[in-house]
């Protein structure tokens, strides 16, 4: 059996006046692809794997066109050179943006139909927070979506897309997808599945997947930065059996549907000066702060000075702030010298209308892997230490903290840009609380700017009734 595989996946912001170009992008081409870690599970007997493309970027703004049509070409340059297939494997995201244009994994997905025409089967593999669409559907057999939030089970769940493929086509079925959308669209913080009620409605999914003719039962949270007329939740499930499939993707919807005003964020949050007060009389450490409104894991900006601001105004001591995207910060530090002391603005670097922030730093530390754009320098600012980084990123996992020399379970405050904290950082925060900041990211979902989204819709509109109703792919409804 000849399978492909390949693919684009990241977020975006359609709030975010930061166009993505394609060297945001990481990709993996040809062999790079089979040597993954993150595609290692691409083995089954009997089968060839073929790698095609694979672009992957921090969520952000919106793509820009030329850079999307550059990945696009070659990928499907890489797919017309891998025929004859028996099935393509997709792993996308589900939430682009491509500048200028709606409903992008739609574009990119039927654009592969197109080329692998109608008998081989394709499966995709989603994030929970990807928006869905009628085109995306008709165009897949399979489909499978990440269960947990914060995501720990990426790997497993391309694994499920893959092997479901694999199974198909060796044994000559043919899966089809149902699904029902629903009217609401909230933030990942407050339907993350470790807290109620979605943990509740994650952990019903692994009953519906056992039931006769369902392979994999999906419910999407979908993406709601995103202001664009597909974006919705909604539950998508893979079956071999039409009526059980749409029962289930309607059992599944309506569950959503019935908890929509039950979710919270799981934290303490509140407006960033409230966080500071609770912070400054905290006893224990380290009080992890996420500015969530800049979260660039989320499709912020991630360049932000608000929080080292409101630190600053408060001469606090003790707090690191990891990190703010700053290339001119990075370059004048690097320009310096560690142990020089200079003048730099901070802030506003890529979104000019965020504001910055004019300090003296003293530079205690550069790190340069290589790339000007991977360059990072630790300043501290009275009793302040900042990350700042020439490139859009997150500081979540431990071992970016440790590169640079830093402890951050020795702080009395870490501040990074972040929703819920990720699952290296969630277990040692004492406490974890959540700033209502600013950004692209804002989670005063009821206040953002909605113009092209579909209504009504929860909670821009909060009060409608609703029935689901599913609708199946027209590759199974023809069939
Ligand atoms: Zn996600």
Known sequence: MRIAVGGIHTECSTYSPVLMTVDDFRVLRGEELLRANAFSFLEADGVEPLPLLHARAVPGGPVSQPGYEVLKREFLDRLRSALPIDGLYLAMHGAMKVDGMDDAEGDWITAARAIVGSNSLIAVSYDLHGNVSQRVIDAIDIFAAYRTAPHVDTVETMARAWSMLVEACGKGMRPGVAWAPVPVLLPGERTSTEDAPAANLYRALSEIDGRPGILDANLMVGYVWADEPRATACAVVTGLDRLAASKAAEEIAASYWNARKKFRIGPVTGPLEDMLDIAERSTTRPVILADSGDNPTGGGVGDRADVLNALLARDWSDALIAGIADRPAVDACFAAGEGDRLNLSIGGSLDR??????????????????????????????????????????????????????????????????????????????????????????QDIAALACERRRRPMFPFDPDFEFVPRTRLSRRWSES
């Open 353 to 442: 209308s965020s504001g910055c922030v004019a300090v003296t730093a003293e530079v205690v530390r550069l790190d340069n892997p290589g790339a000007p754009a991977e360059r990072q320098a630790v300043i501290r600012v009275g009793g302040i230490t900042i990350v700042v980084a020439a490139r859009r990123r997150p500081y979540h996992a431990m071992e970016d903290f440790r590169r640079l020399g830093l402890d951050p379970e020795a702080m009395r405050l870490l501040v990074v840009k972040s929703g819920y904290l990720s699952p290296e950082l969630a277990p040692i925060a004492r406490p974890n609380l959540m700033a209502l900041t600013d950004g692209v990211v804002n």
